[in-house]
């Protein structure tokens, strides 16, 4: 076996608030422990033995020194393989037709982030979500500009963009409680956030609450059954909604629980504010309600080409196994 140079990239060290040293020494610093190398893949293959994967939270936390991976297990583990090598996300500006159906989904927060999504439902039922706001810290009436496709600059400098689809909703649905008339006025008696929305100019419907496991199982049951060819897409500009659903987690067990209980099926309540906004949209139109239109032509190559146009996919991906 040839000599292989440590990974000092693998050490790291910082200073914390209180002036403390923190030193964090990684298992791939060690020459034999390495993935980059092939002893050190076969000490990772065996490593892994006790752990149910890579992505395992136990693993992550334990091993990869990623002391907020104990929440369960991954609602979608294979999260990061599909930002990769899949089609579920799309770039540049999405092609729309005359048919095309744009709807609107909100999740209400201040101190926490509240979230605003646009999705389209095409004639043949692909779904997409084209673009999204999320910010926390945001007066109501600053939202309702964005909303209505207006440029917001707050007092703390922050700026986000207006709605670029202002206006071409068919409806706006969002969170349920928003509809109590729990908000204090100064004159007269109390009145709900979707009140005082509307006295913005900005209209929602009332959505449901709840139902994670059933959508998260819409997700990779079918519409993310395939993800070279998907039925639900997102742009990549989504960042924030993408970044939710590849942190989502099961609630867990602790080892004493496992003995009389099964894995629960509860989401953990963190993170997960343009994952309920699209909930409040994906529960309105319910997996099964559209389908796609099968081609009743020969699949020649127009046909291929228009099909590529219409899905927004914008080139196959073969998954490189070097990297």
């Known amino acids: 076996m040839s000599e292989i140079e440590p990974n000092y990239d693998a050490l790291t060290m910082r200073i914390t608030s209180g002036n403390l040293p ?9 020459a034999l422990s390495n993935p980059k190398h092939e002893e050190g893949m076969a000490w990772l293959m065996k490593a892994l033995s006790g752990y149910k994967g890579i992505e395992d939270p136990d693993w992550l936390k334990e091993m990869e020194i990623m002391y907020s991976a104990g929440g369960g297990a991954k609602i979608f583990p ?8 899949s ?37 043949d039922g692909m779904r997409r979500t084209l673009w999204e706001f999320y910010g926390d810290g945001v007066p109501l009436s600053d939202i309702s500009r964005i ?3 207006e440029r917001v600059t707050l007092h703390d400098g922050r700026t986000f963009e207006g709605n670029p689809y202002a206006g071409k909703e068919k409806f706006k649905i969002t969170d349920p409680s928003i509809f109590r008339d729990d908000q204090v006025m100064e004159r007269g008696p109390n009145k709900s956030i979707a009140y005082l929305f509307t006295r913005e100019g900005v209209h929602f419907l009332a959505g449901s609450k709840g139902d ?20 639900y897409q997102i742009h990549r500009s989504c960042t924030n909604l993408i970044w939710e659903l590849g942190r989502l987690q099961r609630k867990k067990l602790t080892a004493i629980q496992r003995r009389t209980r099964n894995d629960p099926e509860d989401m953990v309540d963190k993170d997960n504010h ?29 046909w291929w080409r228009d099909l590529k146009k219409k899905s927004g996919v914008a080139k196959s991906y073969v998954r490189d196994f070097a990297r």
Request: hydrophobic residues 40%.
């Open 147 to 149: 909303i209505k496709g």
């Open 212 to 231: 994670d496991a059933t959508v998260a199982g819409w997700l990779t049951g079918t519409l993310w059954a395939d993800p070279a060819q998907p039925e």
């Open 87 to 123: 089609n579920i996300f799309i770039d540049g500006v999405a092609e729309m037709t005359h048919s095309t159906s744009l709807y609107g989904s909100y999740d209400h927060g201040y101190a926490n982030p509240a979230c605003y999504l646009v999705h389209a439902i095409e004639p």
């Open 78 to 85: 294979n999260w990061q393989d599909w930002l990769r090598d």
């Open 22 to 30: 923190v030193m964090r020494l990684h298992y791939a610093a060690h």
């Open 274 to 302: 343009a994952w309920d906004a699209l909930k409040y949209w994906l529960k309105r139109f319910p997996v099964g309600s559209t389908t796609h239109v099968k081609p009743t032509q020969e699949a020649d190559f127009t």
